[in-house]
């Protein structure tokens, strides 16, 4: 049973829940994060570490949160299939190390073309 996060989320620029993630099934809109279903491995990491306690186990969800499944389920494949990028710290690092090795002159032509997959 996925992990879903609620509108609560709407706003909140923590992402303690995206950096414990162990599959990396978290993607970025505007102004939340939303969970793939069909990645997440329920290991219910994000919601201990939730700080607007947004997350729950779908089958936890109140009922004023029902919404947000298919919201969730919707918004994620959609990222998905459009190669948007997996939001995550590992993806955080190759970004600051890519930043650096630019700004110290390297060549990163071929780096700069990599596509960001999980």
Avoid at 2 to 23: A, L, N, Q
Avoid at 55 to 84: C, H, M, W
Avoid at 89 to 101: K, P
């Amino acid at each position: 049973m996925p992990h879903v996060v609620t509108d609560k989320c709407s706003g909140c620029k923590f992402t303690d829940c995206v950096e414990v993630c162990p599959v990396a099934c978290f993607y970025e809109l505007e102004n939340q994060v939303v969970i793939h279903p069909e990645d997440c491995i329920d290991c219910m990491a994000c919601v201990d570490v939730c700080p607007v306690h947004a997350i729950y186990a779908e089958a936890d969800l109140p009922p004023e949160f029902t919404k947000d499944v298919e919201f969730n389920a919707v918004q994620s494949r959609q990222l998905k299939d459009s190669g948007a990028h997996v939001k995550g710290w590992l993806q955080d690092q190759i970004l600051e190390h890519l930043a650096y090795a630019n700004e110290h002159g390297a060549d990163t032509r071929d780096i700069q073309d990599w596509k960001w997959t999980p």
